[in-house]
């Protein structure tokens, strides 16, 4: 998806059906900003990803789009039309929240029906609209159950076909996923993704799980604290992460804290960092943080000789995990994590001596301002997440 095929208005906004623009948009609850000044172009047909922790405003800002909830600055376009003053069922958008909210006495046919049924919609276009909606959510057999009939994923399959039935030309999705199980989810993933394409319907996908953005998304908008710290297709955002933040938040990450050198970091614990990938403005001597992927880091069992991007210790644990193996090395002050392809096992034995060393090229080193949001020990947890 090129932004050179877009078509704008005299005023840079997009006018194609299921483009939008957000622009300047704000939201405050009290004294809570949830939403701060945010931009964002979805250009149509694209699955945008809000990504973050649990409170960062993505609900919110799906909401404003959707007109449940009005800003307190900025304007909205939708397929061209500026929206704010619009109610939600006169926006080109349909909503699908992650608790389903299906009416329970009426069927799997009659939810899906409902919407158009207000509508006044003529009863034959009504039971067309309805069996293409099932069919495309592969729901048609199941046609005439009752919401407490069927699993959480059926009736997550409802409820999409639900908000798919008034064609919408962009769809919102508030962590829609959430409530199914592990496996569950990943088939629902792969089968949302698949109908997107072929529907070639905007999607605007809420969710906290970082791998399900990456694996879902055209790009991905990282929020944090009400504004979007990165906006970028998935590959840039795991492999050149724009702040501490997002190299912490989205994958996992080893962190050293010290002061910056010309070249790269000291660390506190003695560690000498070479950055190749130093963010700009760091001036020497100033508080940072340096940080380097498990599988960018590399165990020998010999001494490497001094220099930097080097760590002594010793091979504490080793977990084969099918295609790759995990090692965790020890030094005197912390513990590294280390991903491998799964031969690299057979060179290193528990309690063995080891040197871990890593490229220029894969140590990042950020301004640590927001440290307290990343000091996330990757070798006893995962990337921070929300609810
Ligand atoms: N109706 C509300 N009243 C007061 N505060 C709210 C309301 N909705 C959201 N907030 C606050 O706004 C911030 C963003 O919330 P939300 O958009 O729900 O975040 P997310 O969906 O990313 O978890 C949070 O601090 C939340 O507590
Ligand atoms: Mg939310």
Redesign the pocket.
């Known amino acids: 998806m090129t932004m050179a095929s877009i078509e704008t208005n005299e005023f840079g906004l997009q006018t194609a059906n299921g483009s939008v623009d957000i622009v300047g948009v704000s939201k405050f609850?009290?004294d809570?900003v949830?939403v701060d000044s945010i931009d964002l172009r979805v250009a149509p047909g694209e699955f945008l990803s809000l990504l973050?922790p649990?409170?960062?405003?993505?609900?919110?800002?799906l909401r404003m789009l959707a007109g449940f909830e009005n800003p307190d600055g900025g304007s909205m376009y939708i397929s061209g039309r500026e929206v704010s003053a619009l109610p939600p069922y006169k926006r080109d958008v349909n909503t699908v929240f992650q608790n389903y909210s299906l009416f329970p006495h009426m069927t799997v046919a009659e939810n899906v029906a409902y919407g158009l049924r207000q509508k006044r919609v003529d009863k034959k276009e009504i039971a067309r609209r309805v069996g293409e909606a099932l069919e495309m959510v592969k729901m048609t057999k199941l046609a005439k159950r009752k919401p407490r009939q069927m699993s959480g994923g059926q009736q997550q399959r409802v409820a999409l076909a639900r908000a798919l039935v008034n064609n919408p030309s962009v769809l919102l999705l508030d962590e829609p996923l959430g409530a199914l199980d592990r496996k569950l989810r990943q088939e629902m993933q792969i089968e949302l993704k698949m109908l997107q394409r072929d529907l070639g319907i905007t999607f605007i996908f809420?969710t906290?799980d970082q791998e399900e953005a990456l694996s879902m998304s055209d790009r991905i908008a990282v929020?944090l604290e009400?504004h979007i710290e990165q906006l970028a297709d998935p590959d840039t955002i795991y492999e050149d992460p724009k702040s501490a933040f997002v190299a912490g938040f989205i994958g996992q990450n080893n962190f050293w804290q010290g002061t910056a050198t010309t070249r790269g970091l000291k660390a506190y614990d003695g560690t000498e960092i070479e950055s190749a990938k130093m963010q700009s403005g760091i001036g020497a001597g100033s508080a940072v943080l340096a940080c380097v992927r498990p599988e960018a880091i590399e165990v020998t069992s010999t001494d490497p000789g001094s220099g930097a991007n080097r760590v002594a210790g010793v091979l504490a644990g080793v977990s084969p995990l099918g295609d790759i193996v995990q090692f965790v090395v020890r030094t005197d002050s912390r513990e590294l994590l280390i991903r491998a392809p799964r031969r690299e096992a057979a060179r290193v034995l528990p309690g063995d001596p080891v040197w871990c060393t890593w490229a220029a090229s894969d140590a990042y080193v950020f301004d640590s301002s927001q440290s307290d949001l990343v000091l996330v020990d990757p070798t006893t947890e995962n990337a921070p997440s929300?609810?």
């Open positions: 609850f009290g809570v949830a973050g649990s409170g960062c405003g993505k609900t919110t800002t809420v906290h929020m009400g929300g609810d």
